[in-house]
Structure formats: structure tokens, C-alpha cells
């Protein structure tokens, strides 16, 4: 029962891709959003004052 090429629907339609880029941004935006506030959080503490509870901002 093999199908012509004609016949075969599409694998990736755009509904498809459009959810793929949907999942893979709100993805990067969590990782990014993660990253980003745990790498300036100690430039920001240099700039305003030693703080030791500084490290608990990126968690919170």
C-alpha cells in the first residue's frame, strides 16, 4: 500500500513549524531570562554595595 508522491500530505505544514518556533522562543526567553539575571546580578552588586543576599535574586 505505498502512496505517490501526490498523495502524501506534507510533514511539516505550517502549523507545524509555526508551533516549533512557538516552543523553541519561549524556550530560549526562559534559558535567556535564567542567564541573563544571573550574569549582571554581580555587576549590579559591584556598582550598589557588596550585599551577601545578592545570590538569592537569581533564585527568587
Known amino acids: ?3 505517490e508522491p501526490t498523495e502524501m500530505e ?3 505544514n505550517l502549523q507545524t513549524r509555526l508551533a516549533f518556533l512557538a516552543i523553541s522562543s519561549q524556550y530560549n526567553a526562559y ?3 535564567l542567564l541573563i539575571s ?3 546580578l ?3 552588586n559591584a556598582g ?3 550585599d551577601p543576599g545578592y545570590t538569592w535574586m ?3
Open 10 to 12: 506534507p510533514r511539516m
Open 58 to 60: 537569581a533564585v527568587s
Open 48 to 50: 550598589l554595595g557588596p
Open 42 to 44: 554581580g555587576y549590579i
Open 31 to 33: 534559558v535567556l531570562t
Open 1 to 3: 500500500m505505498g502512496y
Open 38 to 40: 544571573s550574569t549582571t
